[in-house]
């Protein structure tokens, strides 16, 4: 009987550390290359693997992934067969993914059907990010050129916008400055203070930097203690409120990662022994809407939905999961994911595999590719084990998860619940007014700086009557700056809104 249960047969990764030169400048596609001749090579086949991979799909560019975006130095007309070609392949289908950092753990999903089915006989996920060479090319004025003109089929998902038109008018359109506004609101939530959420937010990632530390692929592998994250300093200065430099994702990086997945059957045929076999047992995917529709912002229904469904899809809690990798982009991204999972941030049971995106490095929408090739390399170590990986794209905005074992699964792999978008989309949206006027309350805000000078305050509030309103402070308006930065608690403060030529200011009112 045909056997076409899914597995992942290898993985690989690169980071490039040398002196740039004109010489040596990397393109993301060349790092990506990198990574995926490790990992044909650690498949240990006793045959050539390269000419059976009939899929390629390279996960979509950081800088391509708003609509227009293009990098300083070009870039291929068709990415993965630009990989292909690199590494020897000829691929039937080649995918350009779309944007956000769910996507490798999504690929992972979509290739595992497709194998299931027969539709697919190998897969290569490949995915990199150049910013740091691109950074400084720029800076030091190297003249580089990555465009490229291949010819073959492309499947080009695009990318789209993970923002309204009037989010957009009101500065939540950086990651750096929406996660403030989750974390903000998490943390009244649970009682904090800001001093004692930063506390808090410094001893989770001092762990994450420990492992990173650890990491041969990390790009920045040096400790950072709880005592260095928490304090504001030179080189760890303020980027939006309650976030300093340390605190965020590190684009500047020059990682890769790929993956490789095929079925055991065509596992067997090449000779890949069964000690380099992990199995996906389960996975779920769910999107978020957009962030001002989002009723509590503290919370992410995502996450709650998908986590659950997974680990309860195979007879699991998260206390028999032995290794994990939460999606940790920003502080919030964790603790969410733990508060959905039951899983208190204070165990001593590592979060991560690679060391976390601040640490290990932000390698763009790549980074869980590198997070499932550490995953899968400490599962065929630890062959009894469970892990699990949560991928986040956006703005919490889309969660994709999968568990994984060197075991067999007892179930075949499977979707947990292909219901669970209906689900959440059957769940209640919050009534946004767009032209604000009136008195309100705050629900949650951050104070975004420039070059540590505070510039802008963003406040996410609802009026009496429960509308919810988005306002930034008014140009120049340095008082209420002033206030947002200083005082004990913003949540709850009293504001007065009012609307402009599609913006709405607030000023605070003093009781």
Not at 47 to 62: K, N, P, Q, Y
Not at 260 to 279: F, N, R, T
Not at 310 to 339: G, H, R
Request: glycine share 8%; charged share 20%.
């Amino acid at each position: 009987m045909a056997n076409t249960t899914p597995i992942l047969i290898a993985s690989g990764q690169y980071v490039f550390r040398d002196a740039l030169t004109a010489d040596n400048a990397r393109s993301p596609v060349d790092i990506a290359a990198e990574a995926a001749r490790v990992a044909l090579a650690s498949a240990n086949a006793a045959s050539s693997l390269v000419e059976h991979i009939d899929t390629i799909a390279f996960i979509r560019g950081f800088i391509d992934s708003i609509p227009g975006g293009a990098g300083p130095f070009g870039v291929s007309n068709n990415i993965p067969r630009s990989l292909a070609n690199r590494i020897g392949a000829n691929p039937r289908s080649a995918i350009y993914g779309r944007e956000g950092g769910h996507s490798p753990q999504r690929f992972v999903n979509e290739f595992a059907e497709k194998i299931a089915a027969g539709e697919m006989s190998m897969g290569l996920i490949a995915g990199a990010e150049a910013t740091g060479i691109m950074k400084q090319a720029l800076k030091s004025g190297l003249a580089l050129d990555w465009s490229e003109t291949v010819d073959g089929e492309l499947d080009d998902r695009g990318c789209h916008l993970l923002f309204t038109s009037h989010e957009v008018n009101h500065g939540i359109t950086f990651p750096t400055q929406v996660y403030p506004l989750f974390e903000n609101a998490w943390r009244v939530r649970h009682g904090l203070s800001e001093t004692a959420h930063r506390r808090l937010a410094a001893e989770l990632f001092a762990k994450f930097s420990n492992v990173a530390a650890q990491n041969p692929y990390s790009q920045f592998p040096l400790a950072r203690s709880a005592d260095f994250l928490n304090e504001v300093a030179t080189d760890n200065y303020w980027v939006a409120r309650p976030y300093t430099k340390w605190m965020v994702a590190q684009d500047a990086v020059n990682q890769g990662a790929a993956l490789l997945m095929c079925s055991v059957d065509k596992a067997i045929e090449l000779g890949v022994p069964e000690s380099q076999w992990v199995y996906l047992h389960s996975y779920a995917d769910v999107d978020d809407r957009w962030v001002s529709e989002r009723p509590d912002l503290a919370v992410s229904e995502t996450m709650n939905l998908s986590l659950n469904a997974v680990l309860s899809s195979v007879d699991k809690t998260i206390d028999q999961i032995d290794i994990m990798d939460i999606y940790s982009c920003f502080p919030i991204a964790v603790l969410a994911a733990c508060e959905a999972m039951g899983l208190d941030w204070t165990t001593d049971k590592p979060l991560t595999v690679t060391g976390g995106l601040p640490f290990f490095g932000g390698p763009g929408n790549s980074y869980s590719t590198n997070a499932i090739a550490s995953l899968t390399d400490m599962l065929r170590a630890k062959p009894e084990s469970y892990g699990l990986i949560t991928a986040n794209g956006g703005f919490l905005s889309k969660q994709s998860v999968g568990v994984y074992s060197a075991q067999p699964p007892v179930k075949p792999c499977h979707n947990a619940d292909p219901s669970l978008q209906a689900k959440f989309d059957a769940l209640p949206v919050c009534e946004l007014t767009e032209q604000a006027e009136g008195d309100g309350v705050i629900e949650t805000y951050t104070v975004v700086y420039n070059r540590g000078v505070a510039n802008l305050g963003i406040v996410v509030g609802r009026f009496e009557d429960g509308r919810r309103f988005l306002a930034n402070t008014a140009v120049g308006d340095a008082h209420t700056l002033l206030a947002m930065t200083t005082e004990d608690e913003v949540i709850g403060r009293k504001v007065r809104v009012s609307h402009d030529a599609g913006k709405n200011t607030f000023t605070l009112i003093n009781d």
